[in-house]
């Protein structure tokens, strides 16, 4: 019997720390949860994408594909609604890219979205951004930094690149990370190109 009870007890205080889990997980404000119901009325979610961003999002208009544009459309049709994808060019950061998209909308009239994928969940830029709720991350990126070993033989730091042109991919968080590595280190010798090959092919050509 004690064993019994010590059971249902225990069953009971994993069951009080899941439901407060939970509910700080699934917790909305009260504000929050007047913007879902807007959203619920309107039929349609509004999905912000990156532009040129394969495999995630890539292609023009209807003809868009990728792993980002799948999890659109499935949190839409989980939610009974529309998808209506927003396809951007990244900014000069992901700061921008949450202004124009998330919580003001672009000044030349685009957005806002509902919703905003492929942004990183970084505790930094949640503190930068308190507009907006950032959560449920879905994938993991490893920056790898590509160098010519004669010129550079090994990077251990970003300290490790000043002073050396840097290419990197657009809308990215290796990019976010360069360009406001300490403080804007290596903010001048950054160079956006629209993908990974391109900058590879920058290095390669010196």
């Keep these: 019997m004690a064993d019994q009870a010590f059971d249902n007890t225990r069953r009971h205080v994993l069951r009080a720390a899941a439901a407060t889990l939970a509910a700080q997980a699934l917790g909305l404000r009260a504000e929050e949860l007047q913007d879902l119901d807007k959203v619920r009325a309107s039929g349609v979610l509004k999905v912000a994408l990156y532009k040129d961003n394969a495999p995630y999002s890539d292609g023009a208009g209807e003809q868009m594909s990728g792993l980002d544009v799948a999890l659109a459309q499935g949190l839409a049709r989980e939610m009974g609604l529309r998808p209506q994808l ?4 990244a900014g000069e950061n992901v700061n921008d890219d949450l202004r124009n998209m998330v919580w003001r ?6 957005g ?8 990183p969940a970084d505790k930094f830029l949640m503190r930068q951004n308190p507009q907006v709720l950032l959560f449920a991350p879905y994938a993991r990126e490893t920056l790898v930094v590509f160098h010519d070993r004669e010129k550079l033989p090994r990077v251990q730091g970003g300290e490790d690149l000043a002073g050396f042109d840097v290419g990197v991919e ?3 968080g290796a990019a976010s990370i360069l360009l406001g590595y300490q403080g804007g280190l290596l903010r001048d010798r950054v160079k956006i190109f629209t993908g990974g090959i391109e900058a590879a092919q920058a290095t390669i050509s010196g």
Excluded: K, S
């Design 86 to 89: 927003l396809p951007f060019d």
């Design 105 to 110: 909308g672009h000044y030349l009239g685009y």
């Design 112 to 119: 806002p979205a509902d919703v905003m994928l492929h942004v």
């Design 170 to 172: 657009r809308g990215t």
